[in-house]
Structures are given as structure tokens and as C-alpha cells.
């Protein structure tokens, strides 16, 4: 079961920046959307990102749009997600996933049953 490896997790000061990676594999890179959610403790899994497989057009959450930044690494197969300005409530384990149903997400995310591909997860926590 083909899994994907997030990384550059850890603790940072408010207003503070990290950048997250996703190491995926090279068909779903060219394939699929691509996503970075986010789960904090007693919520739900959101979506906050996705770059299309195509064009790598991306979009964002709100929560997050303006701060985040998504891009693709074609040379080393991964998604990055570089995050600046964090928030206390960017405290979560943050995921990237595929979307098994969509090349293109311009103006989507999608819900969490569309993604696949689950990786374990990278703890960001911001804190003072």
C-alpha cells in the first residue's frame, strides 16, 4: 500500500515560519491533486491546500490563504507546503494526501474520502 512521508514538522513561536514536506511518489505527482490537511486535537481532518497535477494551480482554506504556500518539486517528487505568520490555531498534525479522483483542484479541496495515500503525519505546534 503505496503511503506518502511528511516532514519538517516541530515547535514555533507565533508569527514564526516552517515548511512541510510531502515525499510522494512520481505517477502521483503527474496524476493527481495533490492536498495538505490538517487535524488538531478534537477536530475534524481539514483540507487547507491542493496543487493540481497538471498545472500545479493551487488553492487554499481560508484559514490559511495568504500565509501558506504550496508548490511541487518535480526533481525530488515532493509536494511542499511553506507556512508563514503561524498562528496558535495552526497547532495540528498536518497530512498530504492524493486525490485518487481529480487532476485539478482550482477552487476545490475536496473532502477527506477523496484522498488516499495517508502518510502518518507531521506535528506542528505553535506556542509561545
Known amino acids: 500500500q503505496l503511503q506518502f512521508v511528511e516532514s519538517g514538522g516541530g515547535l514555533v513561536q507565533p508569527g514564526g515560519s516552517l515548511r512541510l514536506s510531502c515525499a510522494v511518489s512520481r505517477h502521483a505527482l503527474d496524476d493527481y491533486a495533490i492536498g495538505w490537511f490538517r487535524q488538531a486535537p478534537g477536530k475534524e481532518r481539514e483540507g487547507i491546500s491542493c496543487i493540481s497535477a497538471s498545472d500545479g494551480t493551487a488553492t487554499y482554506a481560508d484559514s490559511v490563504k495568504g500565509r501558506f504556500t504550496i508548490s511541487r518539486d518535480n526533481a525530488k517528487n515532493t509536494v511542499e507546503l511553506q507556512m508563514n505568520s503561524l498562528k496558535h490555531e495552526d497547532t495540528a498534525l498536518y497530512y498530504c494526501?492524493?486525490?485518487?479522483?481529480?487532476?485539478?483542484?482550482?477552487?476545490?479541496?475536496?473532502?477527506?474520502?477523496?484522498?488516499?495515500?495517508w502518510g502518518q503525519g507531521t506535528q506542528v505546534t505553535v506556542s509561545s
Open positions: 494526501a492524493a486525490n485518487l479522483s481529480r487532476r485539478r483542484c482550482t477552487d476545490y479541496i475536496g473532502p477527506v474520502y477523496e484522498y488516499y495515500y
